[in-house]
């Protein structure tokens, strides 16, 4: 077992603090590290994609879950898979995709370990349909700080301790190991609807109208247009595609996954490059390039799922003081606060190009679990005098209108704030309080919100 001090961040790359960094591998070293931390705690950490704080733990130990990667087993008939959690989405979907089988839930990037989709309770395009993350895992190893390790499930007497994982930013224990269920497909494809909207008005009008007919739907919008034109957007929304429904090429091999890597985005980008005229740039080609409708296109797994997955470290442009990803949720009826949010943004003189809106489904069990039946938006903007204002007038925003943020992408919200948006977080503390009473478990976002 290696301990190395290392400088961490999340990827917004703020906020930097300097961790005892412990590589693992086996569940005998995770809980020998557990007993060898100090007073400042220990928090699991996978391949460093939440966006604030929440896998950095200053001054004292974070556990490198990356080496415990191994695929126990896939059942191709009961569509079942044994994990370590240290395997990514990507590695996963690699193993798995030959037997027909299809992670269920894929959020943003596959380069996401299964410990922390869980520990994230992350989302995808098709949360209106098929819910998060922990909504398929069928069962959990989860390493308590005394050494001992308990199999959780979603029913029956370990239900409290399962949910208050599922979405508990690795506040529980370490998760060890995940059976998880996925789903049969054919193809590696998906057939894909493309259409732009005008506004916003009329992007939130298309999508209650017609995401229910859609396994996979999102929209990108301009949150620099003003006017007529607040809003404007491209939505995308889709299924698994059919062997008959591909291209001769591709029913040679319906199920080979494309994942290209087109190259690493340089370490150095100048602070200032995304300012309102380069992004307002970027908006119009991209809205422009979109086509007004088009159905049923056959698009690969990056090209529909991940297209930011083909640049390493795309993180960098942003330059030297990184950037803050804000995401909320407000529950439908709420529409008024989605369009003055959008109004806020797109005035505030802060820019972003990655802009998504969708809608979510039904909440599952966890207290800490972000998603709720709403609206939920998000947007990347960079680090500059004026952010943590706009923030503040964003949650106020949301608190008024019943939502909450999401804690895998936070890095500035304060405890109060956060009580208020979730209101069964003294629950989440009670069970997390049994599993962990001597408070070993720790990390930057626990102390930041006294969780």
Not at 280 to 289: D, H, M, S, T, V
Not at 317 to 339: H, N
């Amino acid at each position: 077992m290696v301990a190395e001090s290392k400088s961490l961040t999340g990827w917004g790359r703020t906020a930097p603090t300097v961790a005892s960094v412990v590589a693992a591998s086996s569940a005998v070293q995770l809980a020998d590290a557990l007993q060898a931390a100090g007073p400042r705690g220990v928090i699991p950490r996978g391949l460093g994609r939440s966006y604030g704080d929440a896998a950095q733990n200053a001054g004292g130990t974070v556990l490198d879950m990356t080496t415990l990667r191994r695929v126990h087993s896939v059942d191709a008939g009961t569509g079942l898979v044994d994990t370590d959690a240290g395997v990514s989405l990507d590695e996963l979907m690699q193993r798995t995709l030959p037997f027909g089988l299809w992670i269920p839930v894929l959020p943003g990037t596959r380069q996401v370990t299964v410990g922390g989709a869980i520990a994230a309770d992350v989302h995808g395009k098709n949360h209106h349909v098929h819910g998060s993350f922990g909504n398929h895992v069928r069962s959990l190893e989860l390493l308590l700080a005394d050494g001992t390790v308990q199999t959780l499930t979603p029913d029956g007497d370990t239900a409290a301790e399962f949910w208050a994982t599922v979405g508990g930013m690795g506040l529980t224990g370490v998760i060890l190991r995940a059976r998880i269920q996925l789903a049969p497909v054919e193809t590696a494809y998906f057939s894909v609807d493309t259409e732009r909207t005008a506004n916003l008005d009329e992007l939130m009008i298309k999508l209650a109208e017609g995401d229910d007919r859609h396994t996979y739907s999102v929209a990108w919008f301009d949150s620099v247009s003003r006017g007529n034109s607040l809003g404007r957007a491209v939505i995308t929304r889709g299924r698994s595609a059919r062997v008959d429904e591909l291209p001769l090429k591709l029913r040679r091999a319906p199920l080979a996954s494309d994942a290209p890597r087109l190259g690493t985005a340089p370490p150095v980008f100048p602070g200032g490059l995304l300012n309102r005229v380069s992004v307002g740039a970027f908006n119009e080609l991209w809205y422009r390039k979109a086509p007004r409708e088009r159905r049923g296109e056959i698009q690969n797994i990056t090209t529909f799922f991940h297209p930011l997955d083909v640049i390493g470290d795309w993180n960098r442009i942003y330059g030297p003081r990184g950037f803050l990803q804000y995401q909320f949720v407000v529950p439908f009826g709420a529409e008024d606060a989605v369009r003055v949010a959008v109004e806020a943004i797109s005035a505030s003189g802060h820019v972003s190009f990655l802009n998504v809106l969708k809608r979510f489904g039904a909440a599952n069990p966890g207290p800490l679990s972000f998603p709720m039946p709403g609206w939920t938006l998000a947007v990347d903007m960079p680090v500059r005098a004026g952010l943590a204002e706009l923030c503040d007038e964003l949650d106020e925003l949301v608190l008024a209108a019943g939502g909450r943020i999401y804690l895998a992408k936070d890095s500035r919200v304060d405890a109060a704030t956060l009580a208020r948006m979730y209101p069964r977080l003294d629950e989440w503390r009670k069970v997390r309080d049994a599993l962990d009473p001597d408070g070993v478990f720790s990390s930057d976002l626990q102390r930041r919100l006294s969780l």
